[in-house]
């Protein structure tokens, strides 16, 4: 059962979800193994999305969501139309809008969620239904169930 179900949280900014970035996601991706997290976890959006703003409003600037998935993850966002050149986790430079091309992001927002190997474990598309959805996701991720079903599978045989 999850403890963070029924308790109010107070808002806080989205901002505090994220972690700072220089653009290197190879350099990130060593720094979340050294720092023993499960993985990087990118969220790629673009401004006026209307679903990224409910994410940031509703979900991500509590803080549950944010204390767990900075336990578990290191957490950067990405811009899909963005010019600033960022080296993917190969090694590589792109631009962001060519690093999502790259990651196949159709839409926004997109939680990608890449192992310390590099390799993608998860990824949703559009924005949860709540703060609940969105912290199963997370243990979905970090538990490392993704290795055995799909996310709304789990999801069902976990509600609280």
């Known amino acids: 059962m999850l403890s963070w179900a029924a308790a109010p949280a107070v808002a806080a900014d989205a901002s505090g979800f994220f972690d700072a970035s220089l653009g290197d996601f190879q350099a990130e991706l060593a720094a979340a193994r050294k720092g023993g997290k499960v993985g990087v976890l990118l969220m790629f959006e673009v401004e006026g999305c209307p679903y990224c703003r409910k994410m940031k409003e509703q979900v991500l600037n509590r803080p549950e969501v944010q204390s767990y998935f900075r336990k578990h993850f290191a957490i950067y966002s990405v811009d899909i139309v963005g010019s600033i050149t960022v080296t993917d986790f190969a090694g590589r430079s792109a631009t962001e809008k060519s690093f999502a091309r790259e990651q196949r992001v159709?839409?926004?927002?997109?939680?990608?969620?890449?192992?310390?190997?590099?390799?993608?474990?998860?990824?949703?598309?559009?924005?949860?239904?709540?703060?609940?959805?969105?912290?199963?996701?997370?243990?979905?991720?970090?538990?490392?169930?993704?290795?055995?079903?799909?996310?709304?599978?789990?999801?069902?045989?976990?509600?609280?």
């Open 106 to 160: 159709r839409g926004t927002p997109t939680f990608l969620f890449v192992g310390t190997d590099g390799k993608e474990m998860a990824r949703y598309v559009g924005a949860t239904r709540d703060a609940i959805e969105f912290m199963e996701l997370g243990r979905f991720v970090a538990e490392g169930h993704w290795r055995k079903q799909d996310f709304p599978q789990f999801y069902r045989n976990s509600k609280p």
